[in-house]
């Protein structure tokens, strides 16, 4: 008790910030407690007056989805309608369950109770409904669905009248609620007004006090900042944290100097680590020169067989003008495929050697692949790395329909996004799990066989790296999948230039 007694006495900043927070909080715990407990039995009011309505409103609007879910799968038997049926079913099931078994506050309402039991008869005849339908029984599903739409008729009408009655209770509680509202906001004025005067009082003291030494400080702090550290040592007596501040200020000032000489071997020392830092920049860029270089691939072999082998077998059969053609474009797509990665080639480029290999994967596979080609005549100009899409094409063959018997779609466009030009293959093969998705999107493509059946032996890994490279960017390729459905690579690329195609 002495020591507490003692501190109390002492002349602190800390002693006056203190008393005056504490008078400010347990003022403001007080109006908080009041209207914490005022706010809360409003609330509670405020629920009992609107449960009902809530309540009436939101079966309404779920009796209107469920017709309407009802109404296209019978007219379609669409598996998803049906589906999203069941759904506002059970919804309103156990709706009905509730107000029937008294668990709604109002259950013992005796309209709200036939409503219930309307909601039962409503759903029974969905049920008759959807088991006509399911027999093919066309004039028992529509005059099923009939009698529905007049049960639901029927009960709208009763939730109006129901809501009518509703009203007028809430019209008294409303005007109670008003009255107590006027009463919160008169409380809430008077310790805003007690919490006001309490803040001006303290302000005051505090800034007299405060003032005086900091003034006296921040002339001596003028003098250093002009070059002069022989600061004039003035005393005097004010609050104890301004005593010890202004004699840490004149400790200080007598170490400037020292200081400042510390810096200056700081700046010579940070000059140093900046030329270091310099060199390390041109040695990385230098690795990832190489680095580019080392990402180059040879052509496959056994692509270069298995194509031969078809230009071979369509020379047999046809008198070879088709096989001339054949190996016009197979000689192009080579003469393509090996030039350097180092290359700059234009958008337009990329997708006139995409449709020379679409040419070759006609001969080899006929109908069973279709491939589609649209480049906005804006963006075919931008320049990129050679050797792009292709093997994006080949990784959406070689993976995408490995087990699909149907024929396969190829959708490939370009176009202008803003700063950006994309650049999108979209494939309806068997798509990508969700866990192999999130790895490519962070751009790990260490479990992806790139090189298992691409003529150029580049995949897609290659292909990131090189175009990471070559734009200066990391997020530059994105990854959409859905199982069994379809999958798209896109390729965000900084715009450059545009010409046509």
Same mark, same amino acid.
């Given at each position: 008790?002495?020591?507490?007694?003692?501190?109390?006495?002492?002349? !602190?900043?800390?002693?006056?910030?203190?008393?005056?927070?504490?008078?400010?909080?347990?003022?403001? #715990?007080?109006?908080?407690? =009041?209207?914490?407990?005022?706010?809360?039995?409003?609330?509670? /009011?405020? +629920?009992?007056?609107?449960?009902?309505?809530?309540?009436?409103?939101?079966?309404?609007?779920?009796?209107?989805?469920?017709?309407?879910? &009802?109404?296209?799968?019978?007219?379609?038997?669409?598996?998803?309608?049906?589906? /999203?049926?069941?759904?506002?079913?059970?919804?309103?099931?156990?709706?009905?369950?509730?107000?029937?078994?008294?668990?709604?506050?109002?259950?013992?309402? $005796?309209?709200?109770?036939?409503? @219930?039991?309307?909601?039962?008869?409503?759903?029974?005849?969905?049920?008759?409904?959807?088991?006509?339908?399911? @027999?093919?029984?066309?004039?028992?599903?529509?005059?099923? =669905?009939?009698?529905?739409?007049?049960?639901?008729?029927?009960?709208?009408?009763?939730?109006?009248?129901?809501?009518?009655?509703?009203?007028?209770?809430?019209?008294? +509680? *409303?005007?109670?609620?008003?009255?107590?509202?006027?009463?919160?906001?008169? %409380?809430?004025?008077?310790?805003?007004?007690?919490?006001?005067?309490?803040?001006?009082?303290?302000?005051?003291?505090?800034?007299?006090?405060?003032?005086?030494?900091?003034?006296?400080?921040?002339?001596?702090? /003028?003098?250093?900042?002009?070059?002069?550290?022989?600061?004039?040592?003035?005393?005097?007596?004010?609050?104890?944290?301004?005593?010890?501040?202004?004699?840490?200020? *004149?400790?200080?000032?007598?170490?400037?100097?020292?200081?400042?000489?510390? &810096?200056?071997?700081?700046?010579? !020392?940070?000059?140093? #680590?900046?030329?270091?830092?310099?060199?390390?920049?041109?040695?990385?860029?230098?690795?990832?020169?190489?680095?580019?270089?080392?990402?180059?691939?040879?052509?496959?072999?056994?692509?270069?067989? %298995?194509?031969?082998?078809?230009?071979?077998? &369509?020379?047999?059969?046809?008198?070879?003008?088709? !096989?001339?053609?054949?190996?016009?474009?197979?000689?192009?797509?080579?003469? *393509?495929?090996?030039?350097?990665?180092?290359?700059?080639?234009?958008?337009?480029?990329?997708?006139?050697?995409?449709?020379?290999?679409?040419?070759?994967?006609?001969?080899?596979?006929?109908?069973?692949?279709?491939?589609?080609?649209?480049?906005?005549?804006?963006?075919?100009?931008?320049?990129?790395?050679?050797?792009?899409? /292709?093997?994006?094409?080949? %990784?959406?063959?070689?993976?995408?329909?490995? %087990?699909?018997?149907?024929?396969? &779609?190829?959708?490939?466009?370009?176009?202008?996004? @803003?700063?950006?030009?994309?650049?999108?293959?979209?494939?309806?093969?068997?798509?990508?799990?969700?866990?192999?998705?999130?790895? $490519?999107?962070?751009?790990?493509?260490?479990?992806?066989?790139?090189?298992?059946?691409?003529?150029?032996?580049?995949? $897609?890994?290659?292909? =990131?790296?090189?175009?990471?490279?070559?734009?200066?960017?990391?997020?530059?390729?994105?990854?959409?999948?859905?199982?069994?459905?379809?999958?798209?690579?896109?390729?965000?690329?900084?715009?450059?230039?545009?010409?046509?195609?």
């Amino acid at each position: 008790m002495n020591r507490i007694s003692t501190w109390m006495l002492r002349n !602190t900043l800390k002693r006056k910030v203190f008393s005056f927070i504490l008078v400010l909080l347990l003022c403001f #715990l007080s109006g908080f407690i =009041y209207t914490f407990y005022v706010t809360f039995r409003v609330n509670e /009011q405020i +629920n009992e007056m609107f449960s009902t309505s809530i309540s009436l409103k939101a079966m309404n609007e779920e009796m209107r989805e469920f017709e309407s879910h &009802l109404e296209t799968y019978l007219a379609s038997k669409n598996s998803d309608s049906f589906v /999203q049926y069941l759904d506002t079913y059970n919804l309103l099931n156990a709706r009905s369950k509730a107000i029937i078994a008294g668990e709604s506050p109002y259950a013992s309402n $005796l309209q709200l109770k036939n409503i @219930g039991h309307l909601l039962e008869a409503y759903l029974d005849t969905s049920e008759k409904a959807i088991e006509y339908k399911r @027999g093919r029984n066309t004039e028992g599903y529509l005059d099923a =669905y009939g009698d529905l739409l007049n049960i639901g008729g029927y009960i709208e009408h009763k939730v109006s009248r129901l809501e009518a009655l509703d009203f007028e209770v809430n019209l008294e +509680n *409303y005007q109670q609620l008003t009255a107590q509202f006027a009463e919160i906001q008169t %409380n809430l004025v008077i310790i805003a007004i007690l919490l006001i005067a309490l803040s001006v009082i303290f302000v005051f003291t505090f800034s007299v006090g405060v003032a005086t030494p900091i003034v006296d400080l921040s002339e001596q702090a /003028q003098a250093i900042a002009s070059g002069d550290y022989h600061v004039k040592r003035v005393k005097g007596t004010h609050f104890k944290e301004a005593e010890l501040l202004r004699d840490t200020f *004149y400790d200080m000032a007598s170490h400037i100097q020292e200081y400042i000489d510390e &810096l200056k071997d700081k700046v010579e !020392t940070e000059n140093k #680590l900046r030329l270091s830092e310099t060199e390390k920049l041109k040695i990385q860029n230098s690795l990832n020169q190489a680095e580019l270089m080392a990402l180059q691939s040879q052509i496959n072999p056994h692509f270069l067989f %298995n194509t031969l082998n078809a230009g071979m077998q &369509l020379a047999i059969i046809e008198d070879a003008e088709r !096989t001339g053609h054949f190996l016009e474009v197979l000689s192009a797509l080579f003469r *393509y495929n090996i030039q350097s990665l180092q290359n700059k080639v234009k958008l337009s480029q990329e997708f006139e050697n995409a449709q020379k290999y679409y040419e070759l994967m006609k001969v080899r596979f006929g109908d069973q692949f279709t491939f589609r080609f649209q480049c906005s005549p804006e963006v075919a100009g931008t320049e990129m790395p050679p050797l792009i899409l /292709q093997p994006i094409i080949e %990784n959406a063959l070689i993976h995408g329909f490995r %087990n699909k018997t149907e024929s396969g &779609l190829i959708d490939i466009r370009a176009y202008l996004s @803003g700063e950006h030009v994309c650049v999108e293959v979209l494939d309806n093969g068997e798509g990508i799990t969700e866990t192999d998705l999130e790895r $490519l999107n962070r751009g790990d493509f260490t479990k992806v066989s790139d090189r298992v059946g691409h003529t150029t032996g580049l995949g $897609l890994g290659n292909v =990131y790296e090189r175009l990471r490279h070559f734009f200066g960017v990391d997020e530059i390729m994105v990854f959409e999948s859905v199982v069994s459905s379809h999958t798209k690579v896109t390729i965000r690329l900084p715009r450059k230039e545009s010409e046509s195609c």
